[in-house]
Nanobody
Framework: QVQLVESGGGLVQAGGSLMLSCAASGNIFSINTMGWYRQAPGKQRELVAAISSGRSTNYADSVKGRFTISRDNAKNTVYLQMNSLKPEDTAVYLC???????????????WGQGTLVTVSS
């Protein structure tokens, strides 16, 4: 079994910063792309940022210049540094990764349970 566990969400005032972490655990052989999605009440889930195993990144236009995604392959962990937060960033943030377990030849899409980020105005 493999899993992703997020941490770092919370309540912050507009203009503030938060850093989210997501650690993969279990019998892991390798991890390819890792990413962060978010889902606000009444809205569809959207990609916020993603990072490949080679550390290529892409961002939603709404967060470019404010959010930074990074990863520590030795720790199987992906981070999302969020600066200049806005009320419209309020959402549940979910971690996603393609993980190849040692017991499977295929990559599996794995989701974390989500962490709530609330930005007050």
């Amino acid at each position: 079994q493999v899993q992703l566990v997020e941490s770092g969400g919370g309540l912050v005032q507009a203009g503030g910063s938060l850093m989210l972490s997501c650690a993969a655990s279990g019998n892991i052989f390798s991890i390819n792309t890792m990413g962060w999605y978010r889902q606000a009440p009444g809205k569809q889930r959207e990609l916020v940022a993603a990072i490949s195993s080679g550390r290529s990144t892409n961002y939603a236009d709404s967060v470019k210049g404010r959010f930074t995604i990074s990863r520590d392959n030795a720790k199987n962990t992906v981070y999302l540094q969020m600066n200049s937060l806005k009320p419209e960033d309020t959402a549940v943030y979910l971690c996603n990764a393609g993980i190849k377990p040692r017991w499977n030849s295929r990559y599996l899409e794995v989701w974390g349970q989500g962490t709530l980020v609330t930005v007050s105005s």
